[in-house]
């Protein structure tokens, strides 16, 4: 139990286009959907909290009109990345649970590389 | 604030124990977990403690002490597969995990 997929695994994008992330919780309903970014070497920040129905909870630094998220349903959030630029090229990780302090649960992370 | 210390990287033989510290300062406790990460894959669940002492799963156990603000990772009888990243986490009082730079171990022949 407890599956999270995303997709796509990867994606090869041009600066300025917008690119869609699928986070979705396979055998669970998910309460909250994280979202999380990491580049080389470093360790997992955290961009965004999002709870089913409402508004994402951004973390400092983190643009909320570049990085929309939408968490439609208790099994689906979208991560878009509006006007990509090579700067954004990193692992996203989406990762979920089913309430407060319960374990997270990752997806398999979508390396995205912008042109 | 939050704040997770552990080392950076850690080299260990084939066979051998293995321990992997974390020290963590935290605005109030709900917990400490460990997730393992291979590179360019997502982290997995490995242990979850929230009440002090050793908790044992298989050849993995981890450790926690709340007055000392310390947990460990113990990997036991080491295999190549094990070479990954360690990522000590604690839960922050706004249920998101904050995550320590982690810990890449090595595990040599």
């Known amino acids: 139990g407890a599956v999270v997929s995303q997709h796509p695994s990867w994606v090869i994008c041009k600066s300025g286009t917008s690119v869609k992330i699928e986070c979705r919780s396979l055998d669970f309903q998910a309460t909250t959907m994280f979202w999380y970014r990491q580049f080389p070497k470093q360790s997992l920040m955290l961009m965004a909290t999002s709870n089913e129905g409402s508004k994402a909870t951004y973390e400092q630094g983190v643009e909320k009109d570049k990085f929309l998220i939408n968490h439609a349903s208790l099994t689906l959030s979208t991560l878009t990345v509006t006007s990509a630029h090579p700067e954004d090229s990193s692992f996203y990780i989406c990762s979920a649970n089913t309430g407060p302090q319960d374990t997270q649960y990752f997806g398999p992370g979508t390396r995205l590389t912008v042109l | ?109």
């Open chain 2, 1 to 109: 604030g939050q704040n997770i210390d552990q080392p950076t990287e850690m080299t260990a033989t084939e066979g051998a124990i293995v321990q992997i510290n974390c020290t963590y300062q935290t605005s109030g406790f709900n917990g400490l977990f460990w997730y393992q990460q291979h590179a360019g894959e997502a982290p997995t669940f490995l242990s979850y403690n929230v009440l002090d002492g050793l908790e044992e799963k298989g050849r993995f156990s981890s450790f926690l002490s709340r007055s000392k603000g310390y947990s460990y990772l113990l990997l036991k009888e080491l295999q190549m597969k094990d070479s990954a990243s360690y990522l000590c986490a604690a839960p922050t009082g706004a249920n998101n995990l904050f995550f320590g730079t982690g810990t890449r171990l090595t595990v040599i022949p």
